[in-house]
């Protein structure tokens, strides 16, 4: 088999100062891609980055060149828009095209839901939902005109499953599954495809929420080789979620059962029906909102 070449691809890779991010970028720029090494230090509320301050994207481009690929550093916070366009044009200016996009940014502010602030709250969301929607707009319409794209994302179990102290987190991090989705059903004339992945790493932001004695088994480069793989040409899947780590790589999907039908219901008859609605049995889900009406339309009448 022959090895996945990025020659001529152009990627922007955000939060690519230390952890995911920097393996993504050193992964792509091995195999011959151009990368935009996008990175602002985080100096917010979290005692985490005092005591281990990341790496800058300055470094991981010079450690890149000093390899012999091609990258180039970016500052600037892709949680605002000035930022995210400007991160755009600066690939575009550099290197004069962008074909792949890695939205890797991310910060923890964790607080149980009684105590949590609005400040908090927000600081999330910008960043990791926020983010991945400003960077995804500024990049997708040249992605368009060239016909060819790939998105690849960052969601979390957190945001899947839920996770207590992480409300801020986990919504966010569902957020970027629905935009995920629905950027593959806009992206699909195009060839433009939006995958997510929910990686399971011992990084700067997960070392003391994770057990220790993990860092090798679940480093970085053991969540690199799916990114890699959903962010080249050759891969056609759009729209589906991943999580990845430790040497697995699992597809995660909403599912829905075959549910209970009604005419005319009565709440007694939701209590007496509750165990066919809660049912877990197998049930195929239309791939679109019009579809999946039509589904429970003909199921009805």
């Known amino acids: 088999m022959s090895d996945l070449r990025f020659d001529g691809r152009v990627a922007i890779v955000t939060g ?113 939902l926020r983010g991945t929607f400003l960077v995804s707009r500024a990049a997708f319409g040249h992605l368009r005109e060239h016909g060819y794209g790939r998105i690849v994302n960052t969601t979390s179990r957190s945001g899947l499953f839920g996770n207590f102290g992480q409300s801020n987190y986990a919504a966010a991090e569902m957020g970027v599954v629905g935009l995920t989705k629905t950027l593959a059903i806009e992206g699909t004339r195009y060839d433009i495809t939006a995958n997510a992945v929910a990686p399971i790493a011992y990084t700067r932001m997960t070392s003391d929420l994770l057990p220790p004695g993990t860092e090798e088994k679940l480093a970085p480069e053991r969540v690199t080789p799916a990114v890699v793989w959903l962010a080249h040409e050759d891969c056609e899947t759009s729209g589906e979620i991943y999580t990845v780590g430790g040497g697995r790589v699992a597809r995660v999907f909403v599912a829905e059962g075959p549910g209970a039908v009604f005419r005319d219901a009565a709440p007694e008859d939701i209590r007496d029906s509750w165990p066919d609605i809660n049912a877990e049995r197998p049930y195929v889900i239309p791939r679109s909102l019009a579809e999946h009406a039509q589904e429970h339309f003909s199921r009805l009448f």
Do not use: C, Q
């Open 16 to 128: 690519a100062g230390h952890g995911l991010g920097r393996s993504y970028a050193l992964e792509l720029t091995a195999r011959g891609a151009k990368v935009v090494v996008n990175d602002v230090r985080d100096t917010g509320e979290d005692a985490r980055t005092a005591a281990a301050p990341p790496m800058a994207a300055d470094d991981v481009t010079a450690e890149i060149r000093n390899r012999g690929g091609t990258a180039l550093a970016d500052r600037g916070d892709i949680s605002t828009e000035a930022g995210a366009e400007a991160l755009v044009e600066a690939a575009l200016d550099a290197f004069g095209r962008v074909d792949i996009v890695v939205n890797n940014a991310g910060i923890l502010r964790d607080k149980s839901f009684k105590n949590i602030s609005v400040s908090e709250w927000d600081a999330v969301l910008d960043v990791h």
